[in-house]
């Protein structure tokens, strides 16, 4: 069993940043694919961006490219993201995933990121 917790979520105006972590229970981190997912308020939740168990390869959402950036830190435990250049259109509650193939294995709760205009 594994256990995510979100962290870093909070209210930031349009333009600025803010750094996402995703602390992660047991000791098997590192089998893990770790995604962000997003779901704002009336809409389906999406996928944001993903990183290998390595951590030398990361995917990321057209929307997000070049803004966001995923990393993790294997020897923590721990999987970032971190968000520049932030639009009303970001704000959404954040989750992270650990996934072992195609398909999220274990969720966090989430933090909610808002971002004014």
């Known amino acids: 069993q594994v256990q995510l917790v979100e962290s870093g979520g909070g209210v930031v105006q349009a333009g600025g940043s803010l750094r996402l972590s995703c602390a992660a229970s047991?000791?098997?981190?590192?089998?893990?694919?770790m995604d962000w997912f997003r779901q704002a308020p009336g809409k389906e939740r999406e996928f944001v961006a993903s990183?290998?168990?390595?951590?030398?390869?990361?995917v990321y959402a057209d929307s997000v490219k070049g803004r966001f950036t995923i990393s993790r830190d294997n020897a923590k435990n721990t999987v970032y993201l971190q968000m520049n250049s932030l639009k009303p259109e970001d704000t959404a509650v954040y989750y992270c995933?650990?996934?072992?193939?195609?398909?999220?294995?274990?969720w966090g709760q989430g933090t909610q990121v808002i971002v004014s205009s």
């Open positions: 047991g000791r098997t981190f590192s089998r893990y694919i």
């Open positions: 990183v290998s168990r390595s951590g030398g390869s990361t």
């Open positions: 995933a650990g996934r072992t193939i195609a398909t999220p294995d274990y």
